[in-house]
């Protein structure tokens, strides 16, 4: 359950370059961005600086100087929902946004620039699940992974894997791996061999409220700890601690209701 980068940096695992499909950088919006700040400061370990203005009042969270998340504001007269959304690299944003448009996606956002950091565009999937593209210029991606506060998977949870997956293998050329355990609807979408992201289809146990999603796991040393830090903050515990053949895992939600996912990996 790794990343595939074209090339390793030398932080702490982190690619100098994304190859296209990778997942590259999430970002959350949401209402209030300074008691956000505050609950993942606290949470991870981040501190924040400003972001592009072109993207309004946004924030870049550091973790040990090390960019590896975004938080922006929603806007007060649109009513969004307040969520994390994966953004997948890629070499040319515009054309990779038109081949969404023709594969049945829609875009939501862009393409346009963000100053000099790169390029972007928000779509979905035809499912309705919502994800970003991201053209790297000068910002390239999340700066830091395999330690502690830091995304360590993207989990597409929809209705049904396999058709969902022809898009982004469309995309960006995926190959598909499946799982062999029975009953289960699950793959998991490749670049040259390693894996990138998962496509988990739960069918009509799909909650209606939620609807198709990606889901974000961010790195933490210990699960149950971090679960009683996520409710001492304010936050919300929606799927329990429990183990996987990914570690130790748990899903929850931050003060204002965006949800992610606890890993506690296995060494």
Same mark, same amino acid.
């Given at each position: 359950?790794?990343?595939?980068?074209q090339?390793?940096?030398?932080?702490g695992?982190?690619?100098?370059?994304?190859? =296209? *499909? @990778? $997942?590259? +950088?999430?970002? /959350?919006m949401a209402?209030?961005? !300074?008691?956000t700040?505050? #609950? &993942?400061?606290? %949470?991870?370990?981040?501190?924040f600086?400003?972001g592009?203005?072109q993207l309004?009042?946004?924030v870049?969270?550091?973790l040990d100087g090390h960019?590896?998340?975004?938080?922006?504001?929603?806007p007060?007269d649109?009513?969004?929902?307040?969520?994390?959304?994966?953004?997948l690299?890629s070499?040319?944003?515009?054309?990779?946004?038109e081949?969404?448009?023709?594969?049945?996606?829609?875009l939501?956002?862009?393409?346009l620039d963000?100053?000099e950091?790169g390029?972007?565009?928000?779509?979905s999937?035809?499912?309705?699940?919502?994800?970003?593209?991201?053209?790297?210029?000068?910002?390239?991606?999340?700066?830091?992974?395999?330690? =502690? *506060? @830091? $995304?360590? +998977?993207n989990? /597409?949870?929809?209705y049904?894997a !396999?058709?969902?997956?022809? #898009? &982004?293998?469309? %995309?960006?050329?995926?190959?598909?791996?499946?799982?062999?355990?029975?009953?289960?609807?699950?793959l998991?979408l490749?670049?040259d061999?390693?894996?990138?992201?998962?496509?988990r289809?739960l069918?009509?146990?799909l909650?209606?409220?939620?609807?198709p999603?990606?889901t974000?796991?961010?790195?933490?040393?210990?699960?149950d700890?971090?679960?009683s830090?996520?409710?001492a903050l304010?936050?919300?515990?929606?799927?329990?601690a429990?183990?996987?053949?990914?570690?130790r895992?748990?899903?929850?939600?931050?003060p204002?209701?965006?949800?992610?996912?606890?890993?506690?990996?296995?060494?």
């Amino acid at each position: 359950m790794t990343e595939a980068p074209q090339s390793a940096g030398p932080n702490g695992g982190a690619p100098a370059r994304y190859t =296209p *499909g @990778t $997942p590259c +950088w999430v970002s /959350l919006m949401a209402h209030q961005v !300074a008691a956000t700040e505050a #609950f &993942y400061g606290e %949470l991870f370990g981040w501190e924040f600086r400003p972001g592009p203005k072109q993207l309004g009042p946004y924030v870049r969270a550091l973790l040990d100087g090390h960019e590896v998340a975004g938080i922006g504001q929603l806007p007060p007269d649109r009513r969004l929902p307040v969520a994390w959304t994966p953004y997948l690299a890629s070499d040319d944003v515009d054309l990779t946004a038109e081949t969404v448009r023709l594969c049945g996606g829609t875009l939501g956002v862009g393409p346009l620039d963000a100053a000099e950091a790169g390029r972007l565009a928000i779509g979905s999937d035809p499912s309705g699940a919502v994800f970003g593209l991201w053209q790297a210029g000068a910002h390239q991606g999340t700066g830091i992974s395999g330690v =502690p *506060g @830091t $995304p360590v +998977w993207n989990e /597409l949870v929809t209705y049904e894997a !396999a058709t969902v997956a022809k #898009f &982004y293998e469309t %995309l960006f050329g995926y190959e598909e791996r499946r799982s062999t355990a029975d009953g289960l609807d699950e793959l998991t979408l490749c670049l040259d061999g390693r894996p990138v992201a998962g496509v988990r289809g739960l069918g009509p146990s799909l909650p209606r409220d939620r609807g198709p999603h990606w889901t974000t796991y961010f790195e933490v040393a210990d699960t149950d700890a971090a679960l009683s830090r996520v409710v001492a903050l304010g936050g919300h515990v929606l799927d329990p601690a429990h183990d996987t053949d990914r570690g130790r895992t748990a899903t929850v939600a931050d003060p204002e209701g965006a949800r992610f996912a606890l890993l506690q990996r296995r060494r």
